[in-house]
């Protein structure tokens, strides 16, 4: 079994910053791709950004530019640097993690939000 448990979310005005934190515990040895999604309520749950175990990112276009996703294999945690903020990105963040031959493993989720 592999658990998530993300810190990191806040308030903050727009155009500012934060950092969401994943850390994984457990089987980790069998993680191979992390990332994060986001959702608003009343709507679908979105990817935000990717990493693989070999680092190489991917990203929702609506973030590029302005979201980094970084990792720490060694930590098994996954980050979120988030700048230039704006109030269409609040949303519960939930971090995730892909395990080879088992189902996706989701964190409890992590409020962020962007005031005007």
């Known amino acids: 079994q592999v658990q998530l448990v993300e810190s990191g979310g806040g308030l903050v005005q727009a155009g500012g910053s934060l950092r969401l934190s994943c850390a994984a515990s457990?089987?980790?040895?069998?993680?191979?791709?992390m990332g994060w999604h986001r959702q608003v309520p009343g709507k679908q749950r979105e990817l935000v950004a990717g990493i693989s175990s070999g680092g190489i990112p991917n990203y929702a276009d609506s973030v590029k530019g302005r979201f980094t996703i970084s990792r720490d294999n060694a930590k098994n945690t996954v980050y979120l640097q988030m700048n230039s903020l704006k109030p269409e990105d609040t949303a519960v963040y939930y971090c995730y993690a892909d395990r080879i031959l088992a189902v996706r493993v989701w964190g409890q989720g992590t409020q962020v939000t962007v005031s005007s």
């Open positions: 457990g089987s980790t040895i069998s993680i191979n791709y």
